[in-house]
């Protein structure tokens, strides 16, 4: 009967972490890019959807994630949520609604949107300074 009972709640919570709503880490130099199948590999650069089931897709530029949507893969409203990674602090990833973003050919990024994305106006604000280039929010860049 415990190890039935352990078998269970074993089962439970497997379940349950697998149909994580959270965003996962990007796997720089490992993960694949769900639309371009390219190497995610620019820790500046990169973007992650998380369906209302918990499924990942990541991306290594906001332009793939926009055209993924765009293109219909995933119907819009089974999206839980989109991120983004922070320019600022490579890695981290910021909720695409709450960000903000700097556009400018300068910046480079894998698939040519050159836009990055900042968690914070004042760290944007400092990157524009030295760069110049389009102030935009997610709702602007996603028209």
């Known amino acids: 009967m415990k190890q039935c009972t352990l078998i269970i709640i074993l089962l439970l919570t497997t379940l349950m ?3 994580s709503k959270e965003p996962q880490p990007i796997n720089f130099g490992v993960d694949s890019c769900n639309h371009c199948l390219m ?9 992650e959807l998380v369906t ?3 499924k ?15 293109n219909e893969t995933v119907n819009s409203e089974q999206i839980f949520s ?3 990674v922070d320019f600022h602090q490579t890695k981290q990833l910021i ?6 973003l700097l556009a ?6 894998p698939m040519g949107s050159n836009t990055a994305a ?4 004042e760290n944007r604000q400092i990157q524009y300074n030295e760069h110049s280039g389009t102030l935009l929010l997610w709702q602007d860049y996603f028209k």
Do not use: H, Q, T, V
């Not at 190497?39 to 973007?47: L, P, T, W």
């Not at 909720?95 to 903000?100: C, I, L, M, Q, V």
């Not at 400018?104 to 990024?109: C, V």
């Open 56 to 70: 990942i897709y990541k991306f290594d530029d906001m332009y793939c994630m926009k055209a993924f949507i765009e």
């Open 39 to 47: 190497k995610i590999s620019d820790e500046r650069y990169g973007a």
């Open 17 to 19: 972490i697998s149909c």
């Open 95 to 100: 909720e695409a609604d709450k960000s903000f």
């Open 104 to 109: 400018n050919p300068e910046l480079k990024s």
């Open 118 to 121: 900042f968690s914070s106006i």
């Open 52 to 54: 209302k089931k918990g």
């Open 82 to 84: 989109l991120w983004l």
